[in-house]
């Protein structure tokens, strides 16, 4: 089966754009979750979405959302970037409710410039 | 959700068994203990859950303290593969917090050929 894959590996953006991330889970699964990674901050959760729904919220500020297709698919996206939003972001699928293991992703390198 | 403690880094000789301990003294009687590893340039994986009982897989063994105070994963025989950030997290398996995953700043485990 294959692995969680996100898109793209690798991005530049500038401060004050837009960027968006995808994901897509490990088949079958329907539970998707976001994670920001940082040196400083180390890994902290954004998102989860299950079955279309958003089940919980990290603190992050509104610029930071995200959405969950019908085929389990999400993506997020992040307005007006700053360049403190220079991240990984790690996307994570479990196959149901929790508490259930959770497979990562190999992330999305995102540097704000 | 209950803290854990664990040293921020370790050095392990290969093919020598590994003890990475971790704290978690305000554990509540429904909170699982899982461990989660991070390899270089990787996102995180999974590699071993247990409520009370001392659990083995094939990846390492989880021996918790009688008080469920503690716990350590137990590398048995440590390769150079198995250099990664270890991370020990607390699950709340009753009350539904959904499926994310509140990371520490875990403990850096280095193996010496």
């Known amino acids: 089966k294959a692995g969680v894959t996100q898109t793209p590996r690798y991005l530049i953006k500038t401060r004050g754009q837009q960027v968006t991330l995808s994901c897509s889970p490990i088949?079958?699964?329907?539970?998707v979750s976001w994670y920001q990674q940082t040196p400083g901050q180390g890994l902290q959760f954004l998102f989860e979405y299950f079955s279309e729904t958003q089940r919980n919220k990290g603190n992050f500020p509104g610029r930071f959302s995200g959405r969950q297709f019908s085929n389990s698919r999400s993506e997020m996206n992040v307005s007006t970037l700053e360049l403190g939003d220079s991240a990984l972001y790690l996307c994570?699928?479990?196959?149901?409710?929790?508490?259930?293991?959770?497979?990562f992703g190999p992330g999305t390198r995102l540097t704000v410039l | 959700d209950a803290k854990t403690t664990q040293p921020n880094s370790m050095e392990s000789n290969e093919e020598e068994p590994v003890h990475l301990p971790c704290n978690h003294s305000?554990?509540?009687?429904?909170?699982?203990i899982h461990w989660y590893r991070q390899l270089p340039s990787q996102g995180p994986e999974y590699v071993i859950h247990g409520l009370t009982s001392n659990v083995n897989n094939r990846m390492a063994s989880l021996a918790i303290a009688e008080d469920r105070k503690s716990s350590t994963l137990i590398l048995h025989r440590a390769t150079l593969r198995d250099a990664a950030v270890y991370y020990c997290?607390?699950?709340?398996?009753?009350?539904?917090?959904?499926?994310?995953?509140?990371f520490g700043g875990g403990t850096r485990l280095m193996v010496k050929p």
């Open positions: 994570a699928s479990s196959l149901t409710l929790p508490p259930d293991t959770q497979y």
């Open positions: 305000t554990i509540s009687g429904t909170d699982y």
């Open positions: 088949s079958g699964h329907r539970s």
């Open positions: 997290i607390l699950r709340d398996s009753i009350n539904n917090a959904g499926n994310m995953l509140t």
